[in-house]
């Protein structure tokens, strides 16, 4: 067979493909566009739209740029006035490929600084073979034949002027090829950045379809299973201050490496995962059998609670001061499942980056505890204590704490038992403390066989701010381990004393700018030909 007819039929069979019973019919290719996404934990389900001319008759249109991590299993395509026969998929090795133009400009330019890098390695070897034959052929004149004086200085001359020039332009190449090398690994960089998640999307949906006549501006839907793409909750605490409520911003950081670029679409964030699948399971006989001696672990469910639903009017009640819910996305809540539309739409580029996505606030009501241990920390805690939330209990996250307008720190959000949530705010170093111990009352003594240790401490609070606060300060005094220590205390400072833990704790009110004085005392007594470890 001539070679140029044997490829020609070879570019036929590729380019309209083939099945088990010859060629195939001629497919159409069909754009869609993707106008919503589903997005779970680790799936997505994405929704596709493509308005198609009809012929009468069966026919097999393709959609291209699907995604190579598609659940074919999960296809379905509905349209009002066809009839479906049959949906499958495959891919097109032909398709060239379709970079984006800030991916192309970036190849391009570290195609060019990887031949810039090869000239200055070749021009560093020219000058080494050069050197190299200049030194090797050195010697002037035979051997039984001397040099002249001036005709040796002449020649001494070119070989340092010549050896220069090799050592200048060494250099020089050597310069450049440390400066395009520097720029070689930030372009490699960049462009391996800029490609995350940008695939060559050769996979295809076919879709076998039959019309009774000719059907113009006809609406076909796909909706498909996608993996590498999730979603996961974080909120943002805010606080304007100690006399204002607590709000709580869910977001939603969206990542996603689908090749597939979600441009201006509409979004769902659900909880559930598809991939369990809808099968119901089936109940087998429960046979009786004697408990082993196993350990036995039980576990509550994880919806066996009860509360209201998220975005049910127990959660939008204003005139007691209690929780309200200010929402960016519809919330539907099932016996499973939180679902929410999100209001607007976005767009999510496939770059396997995190996007944020505004969800919904919810405003709380607080109370706010300042507390200090001085003997540990000098800094000011704040901390804050809100009815539970159904929404952190079915959807925990980490969270970025914002107080008086500050970033304090961050905390993780997990709605236990308790009917109440309590969140750390971090410091208030706007409140100054001090813990000294006093000398002149701090004293030791020796009588008989004994040691006795006189301690008085002093904390000095004073409240900088221009508001009152409350604030709880605890310090502690030494208990006794053996019975040869005896501690006896001499003056609590008006403080509430625990007598099992030596705990010692101050409920005091600040005026604003106020400052203030604790004190306490105590003396240990022990054999003198003994020590005591630090207290």
């Known amino acids: 067979m001539n070679k140029s007819i044997f490829l020609s039929l070879l570019f036929l069979l590729l380019l309209f493909g083939f099945n088990k019973q010859g060629f195939a019919q001629l497919e159409r290719k069909v754009s869609s566009k993707i106008v919503s996404v589903q997005v779970y934990p680790s799936q997505a389900i994405v929704s596709r739209v493509a308005i198609v001319d009809l012929q009468e008759g069966v026919q097999i249109l393709s959609f291209d740029k699907i995604s190579p991590f598609i659940n074919s299993e999960s296809i379905e395509v509905k349209t009002e006035q066809a009839t479906i026969l049959s949906v499958g998929t495959k891919n097109d090795y032909m398709r060239p490929d379709e970079k984006p133009e800030y991916i192309l400009l970036l190849e391009d330019s570290l195609e060019r600084v990887n031949a810039a890098l090869a000239d200055f390695k070749a021009e560093k070897e020219s000058i080494v073979h050069e050197k190299d ?115 709580f911003f869910l977001k939603a950081k969206i990542v996603q490496s689908t090749g597939e670029d979600w441009k201006n679409v509409s979004l769902k964030l659900n909880t559930s995962n598809p991939s369990l699948g809808g099968v119901q399971p089936e109940l087998n006989p429960n046979l009786l059998k004697f408990k082993t001696n196993e350990v036995l672990i039980s576990s509550n469910k994880l919806l066996g609670y009860k509360s209201a639903p998220v975005g049910s009017p127990s959660m939008q009640r204003d005139d007691d001061g209690s929780m309200d819910m200010v929402q960016s996305a519809i919330i539907e809540q099932n016996a499973v499942s939180i679902e929410f539309v999100i209001n607007n739409n976005y767009s999510i580029p496939s770059d396997n980056s995190a996007h944020q996505i505004d969800v919904t606030n919810i405003t709380v009501p607080a109370e706010y505890i300042y507390t200090v241990c001085p003997k540990l920390d000098k ?65 030791k003594s020796f009588f008989g066989g004994s040691k006795t240790e006189q301690s008085k401490y002093e904390i000095s609070v004073r409240n900088t701010r221009k508001e009152a606060i409350d604030i709880i300060v605890t310090d502690q005094i030494p208990l006794s381990s053996d019975k040869e220590i005896e501690v006896k205390v001499n003056d609590l400072g008006g403080a509430n004393y625990n007598t099992e833990t030596g705990k010692l704790t101050w409920k005091i009110k600040f005026a604003p700018e106020e400052s203030k004085k604790l004190s306490f005392a105590f003396e240990v007594k022990y054999p003198s030909d003994k020590q005591l470890e630090a207290y």
């Open 133 to 247: 034959l200049m030194l090797t052929n050195r010697q002037v004149g035979g051997t039984q034949i001397g040099v002249k004086a001036d005709e040796l200085e002449d020649l001494m001359m070119v070989y340092k002027k010549k050896l220069q020039e090799f050592k200048v332009n060494w250099f020089f190449y050597s310069k450049q090829e440390k400066v395009y090398g520097e720029l070689k690994q930030k372009l490699e960089s960049q462009l391996q950045e800029f490609s995350q998640g940008v695939l060559t999307l050769n996979n295809q949906i076919l879709v076998s379809i039959k019309a009774d006549k000719a059907l113009l501006g006809q609406k076909i839907e796909i909706r498909y299973l996608v993996n590498n793409a999730g979603w996961t909750p974080y909120y943002d605490i805010r606080v304007k201050d100690h006399k204002s409520p607590m709000v």
């Open 379 to 443: 800094d000011v805690f704040v901390s804050a204590t809100v009815p539970a939330i159904d929404l952190i209990s079915q959807l925990p996250g980490e969270a970025n704490v914002y107080f008086d307008g500050t970033f304090t720190g961050k905390t993780i959000l997990q709605q236990g038992s308790k009917d109440t949530l309590q969140i750390s705010l971090g410091r208030d170093r706007r409140i100054v403390v001090d813990r000294i111990r006093v000398k002149e009352m701090s004293s």
